[in-house]
């Protein structure tokens, strides 16, 4: 597997892990310390991983049998860093997603989520 398409089942595991509230998907996702960062509501969000977490757990997940939407725009690798665009769908809103990520002990996490929520 291309260092390209590890990068892409970490955002497929993201999105995934978004649809179905699933915390596990998600703290395999990202690192530990990932940020989460966005205006939401007219307000800056700067959420850590467990109130991301907690925040999509809330919503629950999507109705069962749909599939999540999931368009990956661009996907830039450098060694052990990368970055991903992605537009997804979250509760009924559309967001831009710019992920980066980082090589840690071999595996792929996400350390940093900014996103634009579209109106």
Known sequence: MSEEQSVESVVHLYVDGMA???AGALRKAFHPNASII???QGKVEWMSLNEFIDAVASEGPTVAGSQPLIQIE???VTGDAATVKVVDEFAGMR???YLSLLKVDG???IVNKLYH???
């Open 74 to 76: 661009a996907i830039d």
């Open 20 to 22: 179905l509230a699933h």
């Open 95 to 97: 967001f831009s997603d």
């Open 107 to 109: 595996r792929w996490v």
């Open 38 to 40: 966005g205006n939401y």
């Open 117 to 119: 929520l579209h109106s």
